[in-house]
């Protein structure tokens, strides 16, 4: 909150509200949204603000929105290219630590991860194939296609994505 001095007559929010044609609530959202304050109150003292103050910065918010609210678009802006800054320094901080990777390294490295998934798969049919043969009993068989389900997925679980063979 800014706190500011004027030529005009120091009032607490009832008066300026008063004085202003607008509710209470209406002056505690101007406060919060950086109207200029005297003083602020607190433990049984008032708030003060200074009429000419809050006429001044009350005048600047309507040129302003009439204008577009230039000066807001370009402090946004300027916040903006800070934070794309920051997120520039931080990805690259990431990628000195090899914590990232270029897109196109992780798409290689996700189509050789599926591929292994694929063969892994398509040998099921025929390594299951021998154990099934005679298998008359349901709870049987699918006792024996879980365990190999789990047996291809126990070792694909032990392929990583930073297999130096893959870049």
């Known amino acids: ?3 500011a001095r004027a030529a005009g007559k120091d009032v607490n929010k009832a008066e300026l509200a008063q004085i202003m044609g607008v509710s209470l609530p209406t002056i505690n959202a101007w406060v919060a949204k950086g109207c200029p304050i005297v003083e ?5 003292r008032s708030w003060k603000l200074n009429t000419e ?3 001044r910065w009350r ?3 309507v040129v302003e929105d009439s204008s577009g609210g230039d000066r807001d678009n370009m402090a946004s802006l300027d916040r903006r290219l800070k934070m794309v800054q920051v997120e520039r320094e931080e990805l690259a901080l990431a990628k000195d630590k090899g914590k990232v990777a270029p897109v196109e390294q992780f798409e290689q490295t996700m189509i ?3 591929a292994k998934v694929r ?3 398509r040998m099921l049919p ?4 021998l154990l099934l043969v005679g298998q008359t009993d349901e709870a049987t068989i699918r006792a024996i296609m879980a365990r190999e389900i789990d047996d291809a997925l126990r070792d694909l679980g032990t392929v990583t994505l930073t297999d130096e063979d893959e870049g």
């Open 53 to 55: 103050a809050v006429r």
């Open 112 to 114: 050789s991860v599926f």
């Open 40 to 44: 602020e109150g607190g433990r049984g």
């Open 126 to 129: 025929p390594r299951v194939a």
């Open 119 to 121: 063969a892994k798969m």
């Open 1 to 3: 909150m800014k706190k």
């Open 59 to 61: 005048e600047d918010l």
